[in-house]
């Protein structure tokens, strides 16, 4: 069995920043690709940044120049650092992982910001 964990969420002003993490436990023998998705409420889920292993990302251009994306797969776990927030950034977060041809799914952090 896969678990996905994330953490560091939370309430924060417009311009502030946070730093997500992603911890994954159990059977998984490889990670291919890290990905986070965020959903905003009533709006679909949306890929926000993703890594593969051999460290190519891509992001989603509203959050080009201001989140950042890393992996490290022998440690299992991602880290999703979101700078220069936004009201607009308020979802709640997932951790997604690709191995082989299994994908995985984190429970989600909230991230509000507001004023």
């Known amino acids: 069995q896969v678990q996905l964990v994330e953490s560091g969420g939370g309430l924060v002003q417009p311009g502030g920043s946070l730093r997500l993490s992603c911890a994954a436990s159990?059977?998984?023998?490889?990670?291919?690709?890290w990905s986070w998705y965020r959903q905003a409420l009533g709006k679909q889920r949306e890929l926000v940044a993703q890594i593969t292993s051999s460290g190519t990302t891509n992001y989603a251009d509203s959050v080009k120049g201001r989140f950042t994306i890393s992996g490290d797969s022998a440690k299992k776990t991602s880290n999703l650092q979101l700078n220069s927030l936004q009201p607009e950034d308020t979802a709640v977060y997932y951790c997604?992982?690709?191995?082989?041809?299994?994908?995985?799914w984190g429970q989600g952090t909230q991230v509000t910001v507001s004023s």
């Open positions: 159990g059977s998984i023998l490889s990670i291919n690709v």
């Open positions: 997604k992982v690709r191995s082989g041809l299994s994908n995985y």
